[in-house]
């Protein structure tokens, strides 16, 4: 079983800038997915970007440019959102997401089809 473990979040102003971080444990698959799916108060969970292990990567139509995806293989897999230029509306608890599927992982995040969840981390972007 895999687990997975969200870092990084915290209150910032608007404008600022944060990098989450999620590092997986556990299982290991030979390719993957990754991803990061967000939550506001009073709304359904959505997508907000996702990379696979041979290094595609697919966003939110409207973050991308302000939200980037990477990853890092070392003793663990880590993935990484960086935000920048944030607003008010990015406030919500983030929540890392895996697939143990490599580039269709990413289709499968998108339509929300996840394999393991982490516990989530709360952004708060003040006005």
């Known amino acids: 079983q895999v687990q997975l473990v969200e870092s990084g979040g915290k209150l910032v102003q608007v404008g600022g800038s944060l990098r989450l971080s999620c590092a997986a444990s556990?299982?290991?698959?030979?390719?993957?997915?990754m991803g990061w799916f967000r939550q506001a108060p009073g709304k359904e969970r959505e997508f907000v970007a996702a990379?696979?292990?041979?290094?595609?990567?697919?966003y939110k139509d409207s973050l991308r440019g302000r939200f980037t995806i990477s990853t890092r293989n070392d003793a663990e897999t880590t993935v990484y959102l960086e935000m920048t230029n944030l607003k008010h509306e990015d406030t919500g608890v983030y929540y890392c997401?895996?697939?143990?599927?490599?580039?269709?992982?990413?289709?499968?995040?998108?339509?929300?089809?996840?394999?393991?969840w982490g516990q989530g981390t709360q952004v708060t972007v003040s006005q």
């Open positions: 556990g299982r290991t698959f030979n390719s993957y997915a």
């Open positions: 990379i696979s292990s041979g290094g595609s990567s697919y």
């Open positions: 997401a895996l697939s143990q599927f490599g580039d269709y992982g990413l289709d499968l995040l998108q339509r929300g089809t996840v394999d393991a």
